[in-house]
T-cell receptor
Framework: SAVISQKPSRDICQRGTSLTIQCQVD?????MFWYRQQPGQSLTLIAT?????????ESGFVIDKFPISRPNLTFSTLTVSNMSPEDSSIYLC????????????FGQGTRLTVV | AQKITQTQPGMFVQEKEAVTLDCTYD???????LFWYKQPSSGEMIFLIY??????QNATEGRYSLNFQKARKSANLVISASQLGDSAMYFC????????????FGKGTTLSVSS
């Protein structure tokens, strides 16, 4: 298994500001992903964080709103930009080692409230 | 298209009883993995159990077992001897046997265990 440290664990932010969430894995992993979980909902994939290149975004998510970096195989950041109350969610990073059918490990999640 | 369906928004069980959480999936791939995760109110995602599509025996992990019926495309989670600490949201998820694919999640089932 892998241990993922995600921070901050929670934050309350003013609308119009930006928040950067960090995710550190204790070992090299092939894939890293960012999910959003709106209140009472399931997890929705935001993007795949690609090491050394631009992230791959899912439909409905754009780089200007959710810029992602992944400078190496153990670290990634997600920024939630120009926040509005609709961005209030839990944001989770996930890592997978290897390719086929590999278990996904999750960070502790960031509970974001925008006021 | 790949899809996970959890039809039980909420389940209630008494302490020490067994409970089954339903999950059906849809995929045309022959090779895939099925997972169950527990999400307590703190928001973290806790891995419970994994079943590969080619595994002939049902997976078991302590009090958790996965009732895998491939022909029916179902992967139900059975929790034996429920405990108060089992109260949480439970997600069924699927990974495809392809490099770089994120997990696909169901909508989740809220389990409430009473004494």
């Amino acid at each position: 298994s892998a241990v993922i440290s995600q921070k901050p664990s929670r934050d309350i932010c003013q609308r119009g500001t930006s928040l950067t969430i960090q995710c550190q894995v204790d070992s090299q992993v092939t894939m890293m992903f960012w999910y959003r979980q709106q209140p009472g909902q399931s997890l929705t994939l935001i993007a795949t964080a690609n090491q050394g290149s631009e992230a791959t975004y899912e439909s409905g998510f754009v780089i200007d709103k959710f810029p992602i970096s992944r400078p190496n195989l153990t670290f990634s950041t997600l920024t939630v930009s120009n926040m509005s109350p609709e961005d209030s969610s839990i944001y989770l990073c996930s890592a997978q080692r290897g390719a086929a059918g590999a278990e996904a490990f999750f960070g502790q999640g960031t509970r974001l409230t925008v006021v | 298209a790949q899809k996970i369906t959890q039809t039980q928004p909420g389940m209630f069980v008494q302490e020490k009883e067994a409970v089954t959480l339903d999950c059906t999936y849809d995929t045309s791939d022959q090779s895939y993995g099925l997972f169950w995760y527990k999400q307590p109110s703190s928001g973290e995602m806790i891995f419970l159990i994994y079943q590969g599509s080619y595994d002939e025996q049902n997976a078991t992990e302590g009090r958790y077992s996965l009732n895998f019926q491939k022909a029916r495309k179902s992967a139900n989670l059975v929790i034996s001897a429920s405990q108060l600490g089992d109260s949480a949201m439970y997600f069924c998820a699927m990974s495809l046997n392809q490099a770089g694919t994120a997990l696909i999640f169901g909508k989740g089932t809220t389990l409430s265990v009473s004494s």
